[in-house]
């Protein structure tokens, strides 16, 4: 059998109890955004990475709303959401020149949404054949950087 060590993933398994809070609620009103990997607040909306990328440069945009439902969010919510969407989607390409990119939000637990009481929309960048066996047959994910250096290249560059 074959191991394949990821050692800091350690903190997260020690750490892992179940919070009352919603952890984007917690990272907005942390007085170390940083350490929750926050990129950027706006009027209506936040940007922050996602700690559990499926390729580096993962990020998540969501309403400072804690909100489930996209359709109770006002007009100016959604315009700003799109705003940082497309300003991240020109950010990631800056950085990681990919080839495409995921743009999309699972809205409620039956959808697939990890946290479904405060929606958010993921930005993944993709690249050809950067879905390979090592997902499908077991079941890990390869991600060539740290979140620490994903993070400081994408505060660099917003």
Known sequence: MKRIWSPWRMKYIQNNHTADQCPFC???ESSRPA???LVYKGGKTFVILNRYPYTSGHL???PLEHQENMAALDAETRTEMMEMINHALKVLGQ???PEGFNVGMNMGEAAGAGIP???HWHIVPRWIGDTNYMTAIGDV???PETLEN???KIITTW
Do not use: F
């Open 26 to 28: 917690a990272a907005l």
């Open 35 to 37: 350490e929750h990997y």
């Open 60 to 62: 998540l945009i969501l």
């Open 95 to 97: 950085i990681y020149h």
């Open 117 to 119: 009481k405060h929606l």
């Open 141 to 143: 994910r390869v991600l």
């Open 150 to 152: 994903t993070y400081q």
